[in-house]
């Protein structure tokens, strides 16, 4: 058997390959990033043949990078943007049209004349998620109605519809393999959280037929083997796949109920591990299958913070107070504190708990004496402060408190950030040594379906702690600056 795993991050603007061995030493490494197509204001497409090339330079980079070749790998695993649509023809593997992004708005007129028909609760109900333009069902009924053909060929059988994941592997495959996991189904609208199987009753509202999708399997399996893949030889197993929040919660090994995850990134996403129970949300929460296991499905419940480090951008684009990114941290730190002042990032409305797309920035409690660095301290704790509206929300939904928080990303480099989401949580926030969790969730997850890792508790030793941070704020002090945001938002 092969020494390595290869995991395969496709993310929005890069693919990203990885090769890890079984005590998570990172022997090779490549990114190759891929062009952004904007059609119209509020649209964004991918072109799936420059993801599959961003993926195989990736991974012959990564080979280079190690020095070894592909017959040193165990097994791949896949994590993917998540609700990003592709509908290919089954004998030639092109694509009817672009990619349609997770980003992409242009299904939001649809998203209208679904809730005012009355089916939001329904779909609700059955998967989880809110009817927004954000997930895959609506992009994929846009394709079928605007590409001339394609809903007489998707009938005759002749095409095949896929998020990222099951794009790559069918590519991967040589075209023999159309699948996909339950953590992906779970993004599309069309799947229903309890039996993980489409649901005929959403399909015929959306207007898909089932000849279109792949078959929902497990998160950790042998899914088939590469077959004609540039770079790579054939027979390697494909092992593993998770939407890239999912494989960051599984990578940060939150395998308890309770355990929680947020990666810092443009936005922050936030995970809280929910069991065997698919708990439906009363506050503004999503839910969504984390893994599946063998006959285990494992459920998560999901925020998302729109802006975080995208606020530090706007510092540093919009108002030129940094050159660049990480020197945020130095800045704040030349103030004890903000006096005062609170930034609520709202630059694109309110994620969740509150949903508010109306809402816009909020900057307050500025005096003469407000400087630049009491705006990147407000910034930084902006950030924080819309996690604490997560997770506060999590832990009702969830009848039980924040056992404690990992984190990932960017942004959980920036110790003065960390140190005060661990204030606000009055919990162990606890950071890895290794940050790119997304692509160490498909490497364990591909891993253990080839046995690199006998079982999960030996995944969980092999993961190391960098550092760990504690509340040293009073809980008054806590509770003082936490009214002083909800007062800020509500201005917002």
């Known amino acids: 058997m092969g020494k390595y795993i290869l995991a395969i991050d496709q993310g929005t603007t890069g693919s990203t390959a990885l090769l890890i061995d079984a005590q998570l030493n990172i022997r090779g490494r490549h990114t190759e990033e891929f062009r952004q197509i904007y059609p119209q204001p509020g649209w964004v497409e991918h072109d799936p043949v420059d ?92 394709i079928l109605d605007h590409v001339d053909g394609t809903r007489e060929r998707a009938a005759a059988g002749t095409l095949a519809f896929g998020t990222i994941d099951t794009f790559l592997v069918w590519q991967l495959s040589g075209g023999r393999s159309h699948v996909t996991d339950a953590s992906n189904a779970s993004r599309t609208l069309l799947m229903n959280l309890e039996t993980l199987e489409w649901d005929a009753e959403l399909l015929d509202i959306l207007g898909v037929p089932a000849s279109v999708l792949p078959s929902i399997q497990g998160s950790s399996e042998v899914y088939g083997v590469t077959c004609g893949f540039s770079g ?26 309770g355990d929680a995850k947020c990666t810092y990134g443009t936005g922050c996403f936030v995970l809280m591990n929910t069991g065997s129970e698919s708990v439906r949300s009363d506050n503004g929460l999503l839910t969504t299958v984390a893994w599946k296991i063998g006959d285990e499905v494992t459920y998560a419940l999901e925020g998302s913070a729109f802006i975080a480090g995208a606020a530090v951008q706007w510092l540093r684009d919009g108002l030129g107070l940094i050159d660049k990114a990480a020197d945020i941290e130095a800045l704040a730190r030349d103030v004890d504190d903000t ?24 900057i307050c409690g500025i005096t003469r004496g407000t400087r630049a660095a009491h705006l990147a301290r407000a910034t930084l704790e902006g950030i924080a402060f819309q996690n604490l509206d997560i997770l506060d929300s999590m832990a009702a939904d969830l009848g039980q408190p924040l056992n404690a928080l990992k984190v990932d990303g960017g942004a959980a480099a920036n110790n003065l950030l960390m140190q005060f989401q661990a204030d606000l949580l009055g919990v162990e926030l606890v950071r890895p040594e290794y940050l790119e969790t997304t692509a160490l969730g498909a490497a364990f997850l591909a891993g253990l379906a080839v046995g690199v890792w006998s079982d999960i508790e030996t995944v969980k030793r092999t993961w190391r702690v960098d550092q760990t941070f504690e509340r040293t704020m009073s809980e008054g002090e806590v509770a003082c600056t936490v009214a002083g945001w909800q007062n800020a938002v509500a201005r917002a």
């Open 339 to 362: 006096g005062g002042v609170y930034f609520v990032p709202a630059l694109t409305g309110l994620g969740a708990p509150h949903w508010r797309p109306d809402a816009r920035g909020v």
């Open 51 to 142: 993801i599959l090339k961003s993926v195989q330079n990736a991974v012959s980079g990564a080979l280079e990078n190690a020095g070894v070749s592909g017959h040193d790998i165990a097994g791949i695993g896949i994590t993917n943007q998540r609700e990003t649509t592709v509908l290919w023809d089954r004998e030639t593997g092109d694509a009817v049209h672009n990619a349609i992004v997770w980003q992409c708005r242009r299904t939001a007129d649809r998203c209208t004349d679904l809730k005012d028909a009355g089916h939001e609760a329904l779909f609700r109900q059955k998967t989880g998620l809110l009817l927004d333009p954000y997930f895959s069902g609506t992009k994929l009924a846009w």
């Open 232 to 257: 790579l030889p054939d027979g390697i197993p494909i092992a593993g796949i998770a939407g890239d929040q999912q494989s960051a919660l599984f990578g940060q090994t939150c395998f308890s109920v």
